[in-house]
T-cell receptor
Framework: DAGVIQSPRHEVTEMGQEVTLRCKPI?????LFWYRQTMMRGLELLIY????????DSGMPEDRFSAKMPNASFSTLKIQPSEPRDSAVYFCASSFPPSGYNEQFFGPGTRLTVL | GNSVTQMEGPVTLSEEAFLTINCTYTATGYPSLFWYVQYPGEGLQLLLKATKADDKGSNKGFEATYRKETTSFHLEKGSVQVSDSAVYFC???????????FGTGTSLTVIP
């Protein structure tokens, strides 16, 4: 089992550029979550999907952020245009369909630096 | 609503000391409770879990008991090791909201 796969692991870009982060959830998992982690704000839920459908995007900071899940095995988080305050580690996590309780499986994260 | 409150860090202990990290929660319905651990440079990984009141989760010498009467899920370990240095997150899963709620994390450093 390869676990949740995220790419790239590290991204350095300049302010104003478009950034795309990618995630492949564990096969068979129907829920996918995007988190952002910073020293100041800790771990924040940005958006989550059930069966490829966005359920709650209230954590997305602003319109510069968008997320898609075109199929069960792939999701993207896009920032356009990027700003220095977007620098953070972005985690993707997946879980089984909601039934009683869910354990989330986290990817290794993408460390984003916006100069 | 649902929320998790855990003790502020950072926590620094000597090797073989006793560890307690407090966690309390507010939830509607009957949540499941979790402790996740994040080692430096890595993602979060599940440490232990409890799905109903009075359940005790345990793993790698860590324990936590789901206390409904005090709405708590404190993490304990009798003798910490340097390799336990990490950030620990308390979390709950709510059936009513079908969402996870994470605490702010507690950083633990164990010194030899």
């Amino acid at each position: 089992d390869a676990g949740v796969i995220q790419s790239p692991r590290h991204e350095v870009t300049e302010m104003g550029q478009e950034v795309t982060l990618r995630c492949k959830p564990i096969s068979g998992h129907n829920s996918l979550f995007w988190y952002r982690q910073t020293m100041m704000r800790g771990l924040e839920l940005l958006i989550y999907f059930n069966n490829n459908v966005p359920i709650d995007d209230s954590g997305m900071p602003e319109d510069r952020f968008s997320a898609k899940m075109p199929n069960a095995s792939f999701s993207t988080l896009k920032i356009q245009p990027s700003e220095p305050r977007d620098s953070a580690v972005y985690f993707c996590a997946s879980s089984f369909p909601p039934s009683g309780y869910n354990e989330q499986f986290f990817g290794p994260g993408t460390r984003l630096t916006v100069l | 609503g649902n929320s998790v409150t855990q003790m502020e860090g950072p926590v620094t202990l000597s090797e073989e000391a006793f560890l307690t990290i407090n966690c309390t929660y507010t939830a509607t319905g009957y949540p499941s409770l979790f402790w996740y651990v994040q080692y430096p440079g890595e993602g979060l990984q599940l440490l232990l879990k409890a799905t109903k009141a009075d359940d005790k989760g345990s793993n790698k010498g860590f324990e936590a008991t789901y206390r409904k009467e005090t709405t708590s899920f404190h993490l304990e370990k009798g003798s910490v090791q340097v390799s336990d240095s990490a950030v620990y997150f308390c979390a709950l899963f709510s059936n009513t909201g079908n969402q996870f709620y994470f605490g702010t994390g507690t950083s633990l450093t164990v010194i030899p």
